[in-house]
């Protein structure tokens, strides 16, 4: 199944980058309550992405950013798929290469595999049975990756390129010298598992297709994600598709 999803996210990465290459000229741009850009290219691959993971598993439902069952409807799944077709919309559509597309799979509202794929780099980020991986399709490398295998000398805080929220986060007074890497999407779990980030902090409510394939990717190489008052994120789907901010580090 692992090969399948590899398959299936990698041929949804060519379908975004179709688009992004602008031989699709007719984009379609509309606004979610918060504020966030929303287009017909989020609609397309996740459609293409939701029909692919019915092929593979025709009984296990789906849960999409895109397209919102009503809450009470999933209470009573034991397990199902989370993804988001396109996290980083906003830098899909400003041409920075950052997007990414999460599938997860969650079973008794623990994520149990996870995977990230960032298009224009052709770079996998997954996870399954506790071991996390990258491969990066353009030189054909598979790395076994775990946060104590990196060699950092300097403390890196990765924040959202729209949200500067380190100066009001308590936790930042704390560390006097540190390098900012502002970058988009959920690129930002990969380089924490890879060790490449030591700390990555979000201060607004997150969906739950925002964190879930990375939480596995992160805690398999050695990471911790948990919320701002040190408690796990909640996949169980009882009360709600949000969770209030979180963390992620090493």
């Known amino acids: 199944m692992l090969n399948k999803l590899k398959d299936l996210i990698k041929e949804a990465g060519e379908q975004l980058m179709y688009f992004y290459n602008y031989k ?12 966030s850009p929303v287009t017909n ?12 993971l019915y092929d593979i598993k025709p009984n296990i439902p789906i849960l999409s950013e895109e397209c919102l069952p009503e809450i009470s409807i999933c209470k009573k799944w034991e397990q199902y798929w989370l ?8 830098e899909f559509l400003q041409g920075i290469p950052e997007f990414s597309i999460n599938i997860c799979l969650v079973k008794h509202a623990n994520p149990v595999l996870g995977l990230i794929y960032i298009p224009f780099y052709k770079i996998l980020y997954y996870s399954y049975l506790g071991i996390s991986w990258k491969e990066v399709y353009e030189n054909k490398k598979k790395i076994y990756i775990n946060k104590s295998s990196s060699c950092k000398n300097t403390y890196t805080i990765a924040v959202s390129r729209y949200h500067n929220i380190i100066k009001k986060y308590q936790y930042m007074k704390n560390i006097k010298s540190y ?33 879930a394939a990375g939480e596995v990717i992160i805690k398999s190489s050695g990471g911790k994600i948990l919320d701002l008052f040190n408690k796990k994120l909640d996949y169980s789907l009882n009360n709600s598709f949000i969770n209030n901010g979180f963390h992620a580090f090493i």
Do not use: C, H
């Open 83 to 90: 993804i988001d077709p396109l996290d980083g919309t906003k």
């Open 179 to 211: 390098f900012t890497l502002k970058m988009g999407s959920s690129w930002k779990f990969g380089l924490i598992a890879e060790g490449k980030v030591s700390y990555y902090p979000r201060l607004g409510n997150t969906g739950i297709w925002d964190t």
């Open 41 to 52: 290219i989020d609609s397309i691959v996740n459609k293409f992405i939701m029909q692919k």
């Open 24 to 35: 699709y000229k007719n984009i379609t741009i509309q606004y979610k309550n918060n504020g």
